[in-house]
């Protein structure tokens, strides 16, 4: 699996210089580069086990809590990267920040998902 490491020119200078030019902000990308890659592996792992019919219930549950919560980090951060521009509709990051918002919750909350791999590793349900 080949993972597409995008290029990257950000519009926000606030010295006259492209952000991309800044240490910190290029450890920021490699850091969601990761994120983003750890995601797409988790999901192809999963996709091989469905297969295989050997996927349980679990390990959906897990990959949803995993993802989402690495996605809302990767959103956040863009968002952050950008300063006030992050939250202009005409450079995507607060939309994408939306979607994942929806995402994250139409995919069984956080705590929903925790409380079923819960279970699964204490054999207790702690359902209310």
Excluded at 2 to 10: N, Y
Excluded at 11 to 35: C, H, K, S, W, Y
Excluded at 47 to 70: D, F
Excluded at 85 to 112: C, K, P, Q, W, Y
Aim: aromatic share 4%; proline share 3%; net charge positive.
């Amino acid at each position: 699996m080949t993972i597409p490491i995008p290029a990257w020119r950000p519009a926000r200078q606030p010295t006259g210089r492209a952000l991309v030019n800044f240490q910190l902000i290029q450890q920021r990308l490699v850091d969601m580069l990761q994120e983003v890659t750890a995601m797409a592996l988790f999901c192809r792992r999963l996709a091989q086990l469905q297969a295989s019919g050997k996927l349980i219930e679990q390990q959906v549950s897990m990959a949803k809590v995993h993802n989402t919560r690495a996605a809302r980090r990767v959103a956040s951060e863009a968002r952050d990267m950008l300063g006030g521009s992050g939250i202009l509709l005409e450079n995507h990051v607060v939309r994408h920040r939306s979607d994942i918002e929806a995402v994250h919750t139409f995919e069984g909350t956080d705590t929903m998902q925790s409380l079923i791999l819960g279970k699964k590793i204490t054999g207790v349900g702690a359902f209310a």
